[in-house]
Each structure stands twice: as structure tokens, then as C-alpha cells.
Nanobody, 117 residues
Framework: QVQLVESGGGLVQVGASLRLSCEAS????????VGWFRQAPGKEREFVAR????????VYADSVKGRFTISRDSAKKTVNLQMNSLKPDDTAAYYC??????????WGQGTQVTISS
């Protein structure tokens, strides 16, 4: 089991940047993945980005490519999501998740990101 705690959300203006962090505890193996999802009001939860714990496999949703960067600090057991050039459509609750293979088996409580225009 992996426990996840997100931080770093907030209210910013269009074009600004935010950095989300996900602190993980528990058993972290090289092939375990950690990712970010988001859910806007009235919409389904959507995938944003993921990284495997060894750091050599990264995937982004098309909507955030070139603007968001996911990274991990294995010593601190954190996965960060650097979000640049934020848009109103990025407004959502952001969730950190972890899993193995195609499954996502652990979730954080979420952190709110709001972009004002």
C-alpha cells in the first residue's frame, strides 16, 4: 500500500505557474507508477501525467504537453507537477495516484487549482 498526500494548489491568474507536490509513503518499487489526475466540476476525472518510480517512463495528456512537467525526487519520496502557462480549463481538483501496470490503487485527497481570467 502507498499513502499519498498532495499539496501546492491555489488560486492564480491565467498564464501563471503552480507546482503541485505529492508525498508518498509505503512501498515504492521501481516499476510502480505515480500520476496526476484532475476533475473539474461536472466533468469526469481525467489523466494528466504519470511517471514510473525509476523515472525513465513519463506520459502526458495532450492537453498539458509542453506546459506541465512531472518529476520525482526519490530521496524525498515526492512526485512534483510543475504547471506553467495555466489556462482557465486547467481549473480542477488535482489528485495524485499510484499503481502498478494498468491499475491505479492508491489515491490522495486532492488539492484545488483555480485559474482566474
Amino acid at each position: 500500500q502507498v499513502q499519498l498526500v498532495e499539496s501546492g494548489g491555489g488560486l492564480v491568474q491565467v498564464g501563471a505557474s503552480l507546482r503541485l507536490s505529492c508525498e508518498a509513503s509505503g512501498i515504492l518499487i521501481a516499476w510502480r507508477k505515480v500520476g496526476w489526475f484532475r476533475q473539474a466540476p461536472g466533468k469526469e476525472r481525467e489523466f494528466v501525467a504519470r511517471i514510473n518510480w525509476s523515472g525513465n517512463n513519463i506520459v502526458y495528456a495532450d492537453s498539458v504537453k509542453g506546459r506541465f512537467t512531472i518529476s520525482r525526487d526519490s530521496a524525498k519520496k515526492t512526485v512534483n507537477l510543475q504547471m506553467n502557462s495555466l489556462k482557465p480549463d486547467d481549473t480542477a481538483a488535482y489528485y495524485c495516484s499510484s499503481g502498478v501496470g494498468t491499475a491505479w490503487d492508491s489515491w490522495g485527497q486532492g488539492t484545488q487549482v483555480t485559474i482566474s481570467s
